[in-house]
């Protein structure tokens, strides 16, 4: 059983930080990559930012240079540090992550945390 656990959403005002993180636990051989998608009211889920097990990174359009992802492989953890926030940010933002454990390679995802940016 693999479970992947977030913290650190919230509210925060225009301009500022939050650092979200995700650590995967449970039965797992390797992790190929781990990411961040974003979930906004009446909007489709979309890719914020992925990370490689070698470290490659790419993000969305929106949050490159804002947004930082980073990972911990030996903790299992993925992180993203957004920084100069804007309302548009605003969403429930899950965790993904890409697993090979005894079942084969599988998808997983986080529970979300809602992050709202507002004055």
């Known amino acids: 059983q693999v479970q992947l656990v977030e913290s650190g959403g919230g509210l925060v005002q225009p301009g500022g930080s939050l650092r979200l993180s995700c650590e995967a636990s449970?039965?797992?051989?390797?992790?190929?990559?781990m990411g961040w998608f974003r979930q906004a009211p009446g909007k489709q889920r979309e890719l914020v930012a992925r990370?490689?097990?070698?470290?490659?990174?790419n993000y969305a359009d929106s949050v490159e240079g804002r947004f930082t992802i980073s990972r911990d492989n030996a903790k299992n953890t993925v992180y993203l540090q957004m920084d100069s926030l804007k309302p548009e940010d605003t969403a429930v933002y899950y965790c993904?992550?890409?697993?090979?454990?005894?079942?084969?390679?599988?998808?997983?995802w986080g529970q979300g945390t809602q992050v709202t940016v507002s004055s």
């Open positions: 993904n992550a890409f697993i090979w454990t005894a079942r084969g390679w599988g998808d997983y």
């Open positions: 990370i490689t097990s070698d470290g490659s990174t």
């Open positions: 449970g039965s797992i051989f390797s992790i190929k990559f």
